[in-house]
């Protein structure tokens, strides 16, 4: 009677888990790709985040903070990949694709020059421009995301903005 | 305004993105295999302590020649040295022939006796070439490895918190010892190896740790700090501390662990790093992955030298070439991405194109050109 009960449990489980997976994995891909900027690593990125999800599915009682719940995972893999920013994190492909995911070429470059300089922003200070301007989340939701206080989640995204403005200066205003 | 370009940009950069659906079974694969290399680095680190027992009594004894019809090959040169697909050529140009791309690397560190320790993505793992080319591998949890200054060992951690230290003249890694783990971010790495017998670690934002043939302890200054590198004299310490001044970098020093003091400061750069005789650092703001520029500092952190690449390139990579210059790996966004390893002097002389131009991916999805840590 236990193992019916167990068994039942697992299958409620692995299905309660396609269920989520199927609904939510192609935004959480995005949001992948924006904090890594390399596709390759936001699909790697993205499947190791949502084995330890899987891993914690028990653990995640209140099934309306999952998106939270991952969010918080793919941040931390994320950020401990990078580890201070030093150490580079390229993830194997059997093709190198001939060109980028997407190539601007709309107001005269204006589009390439916002995406370069979110390229070259801190890797945190990116996963705050992401979750703020991409996931659309509160400073605070931001700030319990990735562990830090709503001042910096302020101070991070005026910056990227001051920054944004210097680089493109007159167009972007 | 710029804040709704920011927004469009990045929604339309997000929506150009279709990749393969994972289904359950790719998932609970990787969950699996985590689980599994979780269980098998438990298996591990128990038969290291056992190899370790063994090394011991023959440490103790004072007994340290490994042959007495050899003499140590003299040092190599552990900086310079550049991977590029197949190929990783050596500072004294001799070349190794490696079945690895640039892009499957995250980390790697030449030793002074010539091994290669490289650190692999997908699947992830250690991989040692010795001078001759042999290749052995061993598991690894956060990928990356870290080679101490002067190239005397190289070190990563296992799954489950075993540091793993592989030293200059010997074949087989041993475990110094095991640092707890959070179970669901894993977040601990290897902040700096200051030899054989001492790693120091951290938790991603300040260095917690150190781990000594003496055992694991915590790591304890004044104040909270990340150890990112050490002279190869052991001296001085380059470290990163937070500061209100800058929330996200914080700030940038040369420690002293004798006096435990701060001996220079700046909050205008962070990843410090020391020229192989240890008068110069390079130093860069910006960890996203591309850098707009690369500095040289002295050990008074005034800088020295701002290398900025031309036109829209960008830096990928840098590391010491010797001790009077670095190289640089750059690269551009262009459809047809250009790559180069640039040879910059400290004092300001003219920069020099080693390798390059080659086409190859752009900044973002890969590197033509890896240059050992």
């Known amino acids: ?173 | 305004m710029s804040q709704d370009m920011l927004e469009r940009e990045l929604a339309r950069r997000a929506d150009d993105v279709h990749g393969a659906p994972l289904s359950f079974a790719d998932v609970r694969g990787r969950a699996v295999s985590i689980r599994r290399r979780r269980r098998a680095s438990v298996a591990g680190a128990v038969a290291a302590v056992v190899a370790l027992v063994v090394i011991v009594p023959t440490a103790l004894s004072g007994d340290t020649t490994r042959s007495d019809d050899v003499d140590p090959a003299p040092p190599r040169q552990v900086t310079g040295a550049v991977l590029e697909d197949g190929q990783i050529t050596l500072a004294d140009g001799e070349e190794l022939p490696v079945d690895l791309r640039a892009t499957d690397v995250s980390t790697w560190v030449v030793l002074d006796d010539g091994q290669v320790v490289v650190a692999r993505n997908n699947p992830g793992r250690i991989d040692v070439y010795s001078p001759d080319g042999e290749r052995r591998d061993y598991p690894v949890g956060d990928t990356a490895v870290v080679g101490s200054t002067d190239g005397d060992a190289a070190a990563w951690i296992e799954e489950d918190g075993t540091v793993r230290v592989l030293a200059s003249g010997e074949t087989e890694p041993v475990a110094l010892g095991q640092v707890e783990v959070d179970p669901l971010t894993g977040g601990v790495m290897i902040d700096a190896v200051l030899g054989p017998d001492r790693v120091l670690v951290g938790n991603g934002s300040w260095t917690t740790t150190e781990v000594t043939a003496d055992g694991v302890r915590p790591f304890e200054t004044d104040r909270r700090l990340t150890v990112s590198a050490a002279r190869s004299d052991g001296s001085l310490w380059a470290v990163q501390y937070p500061d209100d001044s800058d929330p996200q970098f914080g700030c940038a020093g040369l420690y002293d662990p004798a006096s435990s003091a701060l001996v220079a400061e700046s909050c205008d750069t962070a990843l410090l790093r020391f020229s192989p005789d240890g008068a110069h650092l390079t130093g860069a703001i910006g960890d996203g992955g591309t850098w707009a520029s690369v500095e040289v500092f002295d050990t008074d952190l005034r800088q020295l030298l701002s290398f900025e690449p031309e036109g829209d390139q960008v830096v990928k990579d840098w590391a010491w070439a010797d001790d009077q210059s670095l190289l640089v790996v750059v690269s551009d966004f262009s459809d047809d991405p250009q790559w180069s390893v640039v040879r910059v002097p400290v004092d300001g002389g003219p920069t020099t194109v080693e390798s390059g131009p080659t086409p190859g991916p752009a900044p973002d999805l890969g590197a033509t050109f890896l240059l050992s840590d």
């Open chain 1, 1 to 173: 009677m236990l193992t019916e009960q167990t068994e039942v449990t697992a299958v409620d489980r692995d299905t309660d888990f396609t269920a989520y997976l199927e609904a939510r994995q192609a935004r959480l891909l995005r949001t992948a790709y924006l904090l890594t900027g390399d596709q390759h690593q936001a699909e790697d990125l993205l499947q190791t985040s949502l084995a330890k999800l899987y891993l914690a599915w028990d653990k995640v009682r209140d099934r309306d903070s999952v998106d939270a719940y991952v969010r918080r995972i793919m941040v931390n893999e994320n950020n401990s990949l990078w580890r201070r920013g030093w150490r580079r994190r390229e993830t194997a492909t059997d093709q190198v694709p001939e060109t980028a995911p997407f190539h601007d070429t709309y107001d005269e470059g204006v589009g390439a020059e916002v995406w370069r300089v979110v390229q070259t922003l801190p890797r945190k200070a990116r996963a705050v421009v992401v979750l703020r301007y991409y996931e659309q989340l509160t400073e605070a939701e931001t700030a319990d995301v990735l562990g830090i206080s709503v001042g910096t989640v302020k101070s991070q995204c005026s910056r990227a903005l001051a920054t944004l403005r210097e680089r493109i200066g007159e167009e972007a205003r």
